[in-house]
């Protein structure tokens, strides 16, 4: 079985802090792991992913994700927020090897807020 | 140009009426999602479709039925609206065949409002 699971609800931060939005996995293989932002009554947009090789993902505006293995998680960050970046944040996995339906399973998402 | 599209952006109906939401991609790809997103913002799968197979997730009501007119469309039909479909649907898609490593791109969504 597959799932994610993002601990935090709610994120806040001061804009030009670094920002973490955490997320935790479980599969019984190897994973696939994605972000994705929601901007407020938009579509979901792609940001990064990690498939294999180097552990720490570079993606657009200029978000990074690190996998760790060992601790099974995939947090996204950022070492300067911007206000811009309040938004709701999807991380979701899936299955190496796996394809079709039920195969791609979001977390709960998370709702960042940047104080200006 | 715009990746995968949907229409109507809004949809307020009654219980009980049947609609249509229309998604289309042109990016080229092979499989097409449709995923609902409730009140609290939580994404479930529905649908996977490519030229070959359709699957279902098992705990879609059969009120709900894809229908593909070509490898570019998968547009989403609802019998008997009930108020608990009241949701947003998003369609997306990828090019499948490596493994799911593929990105799914979504569209903009649909917000469905069953009174």
């Known amino acids: 079985a597959q799932s994610v699971a993002q601990p935090e609800d709610q994120v806040n931060v001061a804009e030009g802090n670094p920002l973490t939005v955490k997320c935790t996995y479980s599969?019984?293989?190897?994973?696939?792991l994605f972000w994705y932002v929601q901007y407020p009554n938009r579509g979901l947009q792609f940001l990064l992913k990690y498939i294999t090789g180097d552990n720490l993902v570079k993606g657009s505006y200029g978000f990074e994700a690190e996998f760790n293995k060992s601790q099974t998680s995939f947090h996204l960050k950022k070492p300067s927020a911007l206000v811009s970046d309040s938004a709701l944040y999807f991380c979701a996995v899936r299955e190496m090897g796996q394809t079709g339906a039920n195969n791609l399973f979001f977390g709960t998402g998370t709702r960042l807020t940047v104080i200006p | 140009d715009t990746a995968v599209s949907q229409t109507p952006k809004y949809l307020v109906t009654q219980m009980g009426n049947d609609k249509s939401i229309k998604c289309e991609q042109n990016l080229g790809h092979d499989t097409m999602y449709w995923y609902k997103q409730d009140s609290k913002k939580f994404l479930k799968i529905m649908f996977s479709?490519?030229?070959?197979?359709?699957?279902i997730n098992e705990t879609v009501p059969n009120r709900f039925s894809p229908k593909s007119p070509d490898k570019a469309h998968l547009n989403l039909h609802i019998n008997s609206l009930e108020l608990g479909d009241s949701a947003v649907y998003f369609c997306?898609?990828?090019?499948?065949?490596?493994?799911?490593?593929?990105?799914?791109?979504f569209g903009p969504g649909t917000r469905l409002l069953v009174l």
């Open positions: 479709y490519n030229n070959k197979e359709l699957i």
């Open positions: 599969v019984s293989g190897n994973p696939y």
């Open positions: 997306a898609s990828s090019q499948e065949g490596t493994g799911g490593r593929e990105t799914q791109y």
